[in-house]
């Protein structure tokens, strides 16, 4: 592998204007299609699970009852203090608000309180149900404002009113002028990091580049498949996170190699056969775990990890192709200058010694092996206490209650729960089939009557019925909110029973609605995490067999992957299911995580930490095959790979973090996850666990048995083998001799 990215990076540096010329027309075609069929206009949000009841439900309902079968906003009217909504006055203004809003864009149709009895008992607070034509994701762009707009004569008449619901549920994760904080963060790093702008600019420009090429492709895509805002926004953070990561790797290697006096073409070609070697690697491990999540079987899960793989192959192909190119540009003038902070500190990393570390990384590992035992145990008790949360984890998708505190629907529901309960946020539908029964209404009369017997059932009504199809429809609302326990218990209990009601009175049954599809959604995702993991530990284990052709590495790296995610997830319970701080992150209501968080963090966590542990202990096997000393080893990894790995870290850690502000709050918990996630694995696991297990493990860290090792092939991630050529036989000579 090393000899042939030696070759391309050499070949991109030598035709760098061909090379940035092709880049460029990338991302003109992609930019083209992207404004030509695709778009961010056609994103959709939607949470589908296609085969499952409550998805085959929800197909037929838009057959049966197709005024029903589209999203769904909810108007909240709530009476001045010491009147009732059944005065004149108030219900005046109530009728010509409902009239406003039957006119608003793409209404079906708008259920007024009274028609379907949902007044609070002391008159107080009523909920009218507005029903539109189409999903929410079909929604056009001024539709949700109109309704808005059609309650105002209500408010001015001394009415509260707030509009909320499904239509409303969840901000879009769009990028925004905040996330530019990451990469303004990145370029302080940089700069400090290389002491150089032209050097620090080099990362920041390929990754550019690549996340344009990337984004472009993703949103051309939106034309012939369905790509959600979330899947957009994580294949945005994800590539400039990596895409600088990958180029900060390569040049920091490039600028060493310049430091010692090597020809740029040289330099260029060898950083990328070393380096890149390792980005390749490591760019892989990231779309293989990303493309893994295609398994799970939910078309909008595997979408978002295509997407995210998608652009962080191109964020590896930018690395090994432009980057040379860029390189080659610069020439000779991203090498240190004689006497300059950055020249002396690549002299005191060539001629420091086994007493005296060359830089704070060095020192910090040296005093993390001095007492390895002790810091294994610290680090994995420590780890274990941050993860402990995590057992309690509740999974569901993000509602209203979640949802900006002040924003008409988080207000809306909260005046929903005060008033009625909290399960009116969250009804349940059940599509009742009378096809078998010699008397439908006797039919669905007697569902209505034995579901209304179940625990946790606090109302029950029929919502419509067919008599074409002979379906009916009924709303079931629940004591217990959305994403409660005991509304998953009454699902549940709804479809164990479904065979004794079809029985009693001949109608089958089938659960839905939006709150039905989400708890689908969580169960399955539910189910899939731990075969998930399994997949994804066991490939770290035979990769990094693969890699470093040792026993203990493999084991080691995946122990501490799995410290890694516990602890994380143990941080966002922390954070934002029991709200332990979490108005540093503009979190001020707790709930359940994002169903798919855990699964999308630990695929992405998966490839991140990879690359940490490839650029960290590749260093130190380099060190070992040459002086056979295993203390030795780790110290002189550390003294050259611990400060890039920490540059990389903070920068990755930045762009995630800057996605924390988003007011989508799957985004929100997402960025936040991998956030903390990047600053426990870089710093707790790769930089403190990792040496401590190595210099614990001594020699035998590096054993693997013979047999074993004449099985495996030679991959070279290294690139022994051009440290081993000949000057008069290097690649490029061969190279350039063909041209």
Not at 464 to 475: D, E, F, K, M, Y
Request: glycine share 10%; proline share 5%.
């Amino acid at each position: 592998m090393a000899t042939v990215l030696y070759r391309l990076g050499h070949l991109s540096f030598r035709h760098r204007i061909c090379v940035l010329a092709a880049w460029l027309a990338a991302i003109a075609a992609v930019v083209c299609c992207a404004l030509t069929v695709g778009g961010a206009g056609k994103l959709d949000d939607t949470f589908t699970i296609p085969g499952s009841q409550s998805q085959q439900a929800l197909d037929r309902m838009r057959q049966d009852f197709p005024a029903a079968a589209g999203t769904s906003a909810q108007i909240v009217f709530t009476a001045p203090a010491g009147h009732r909504l059944t005065e004149p006055a108030e219900q005046a203004a109530i009728r010509t608000a409902l009239a406003d809003a039957r006119q608003a864009p793409q209404v079906a149709a708008v259920i007024s309180p009274s028609t379907s009895h949902a007044i609070s008992p002391d008159h107080s607070t009523a909920i009218a149900q507005v029903q539109y034509r189409v999903k929410a994701d079909a929604l056009a762009s001024d539709s949700l404002d109109r309704l808005s707009a059609s309650v105002r004569g209500a408010r001015n008449a001394g009415l509260d009113v707030q509009v909320g619901g499904a239509a409303y549920n969840g901000a879009k994760a769009q990028p925004g002028a905040g996330d530019l904080i990451g990469v303004a963060v990145a370029v302080v790093v940089l700069a400090l990091t290389f002491g150089s702008l032209l050097t620090a600019g080099m990362p920041l420009l390929s990754a550019l580049i690549g996340v344009a090429v990337g984004l472009g492709g993703v949103l051309a895509l939106t034309g012939a498949a369905t790509i959600s805002s979330t899947a957009l926004t994580l294949a945005l953070m994800i590539a400039l996170a990596v895409g600088i990561d990958y180029a900060l790797f390569i040049v920091t290697r490039h600028r060493s190699q310049l430091a010692e006096g090597m020809d740029p073409a040289e330099s260029a070609a060898r950083a990328v056969g070393t380096a890149g070697s390792a980005v390749v690697f490591a760019g892989l491990t990231v779309v293989i775990a990303m493309a893994g999540l295609s398994v799970v079987g939910i078309p909008f899960l595997t979408v978002m990890g295509l997407c995210a793989a998608g652009s962080v192959l191109v964020a590896v192909a930018v690395a090994v192709t432009l980057l040379p190119a860029l390189l080659g540009f610069a020439g000779r003038r991203l090498a240190p200058r004689p006497g300059s902070r950055t020249a002396r500190r690549e002299h005191a990393i060539a001629t420091a010694g086994p007493d005296r570390p060359a830089n704070l990384g060095e020192r910090w590992i040296r005093i993390a092996v001095r007492r390895p035992l002790v810091t294994v145990l610290l680090v994995v008790a420590a780890l274990g206490a941050l993860a402990w949360p995590a057992t309690s984890m509740t999974l569901a998708l993000p509602d209203n209650g979640t949802a900006p505190a002040g924003s008409s629907q988080r207000v809306a529901y909260d005046e929903i729960t005060r008033a009625f309960g909290p399960g009116f946020n969250g009804p349940l539908l059940v599509l009742a089939d009378t096809g078998h029964s010699a008397d439908p209404a006797a039919a669905v009369a007697g569902v209505d009557a034995e579901i209304r017997a179940m625990p946790d059932v606090a109302a029950v009504a029929t919502a419509g019925s067919n008599p074409v199809t002979r379906t009916a429809l009924i709303q079931v609302v629940p004591r217990s909110g959305p994403s409660d326990q005991a509304t998953k218990n009454l699902v549940n209990r709804i479809r164990d029973d479904a065979g004794s009601i079809q029985r009693s009175t001949g109608a089958s049954v089938a659960v839905t609605g939006d709150t039905a599809v989400g708890i689908d959604v969580s169960a399955k995702l539910s189910a899939a995490l731990l075969p998930f993991a399994g997949v994804v530990v066991g490939l770290s284990l035979v990769l990094l067999l693969l890699v470093f052709r040792s026993l203990v590495v493999p084991v080691k790296a995946a122990a501490g992957f799995l410290l890694s995610v516990a602890a994380t997830f143990g941080a966002v319970v922390g954070v934002f299911q029991w709200g332990h701080l979490g108005g540093l992150v503009g979190v001020d209501q707790s709930g359940p995580i994002a169903s798919f968080l855990p699964i999308i963090v630990m695929a992405v966590l998966f490839g991140l930490a990879m690359d940490y542990e490839v650029f960290l202990v590749s260093r130190m096997r380099e060190s070992y095959v040459r002086t056979g000393h295993p203390l030795t080893a780790v110290h002189a990894g550390a003294r050259h790979a611990a400060r890039v790995v920490t540059a990389a870290a903070v920068i990755m850690f930045s762009v995630f973090a800057a996605f924390v502000s988003s007011p989508s709050m799957i985004l929100k918990q997402i960025a936040f996850s991998l956030a903390v996630g990047i600053l426990i694995d870089a710093f707790v696991v790769r930089m403190t666990f990792v040496p401590a297990v190595l210099a614990l493990a001594g020699r035998w860290s590096w054993w693997l048995p013979g047999w074993l090792d004449r099985l495996l092939p030679g991959l070279d991630i290294e690139g022994e083998r051009l440290h081993r050529a000949e000057p008069e036989e290097r690649p490029s000579d061969r190279a350039a001799a063909l041209n």
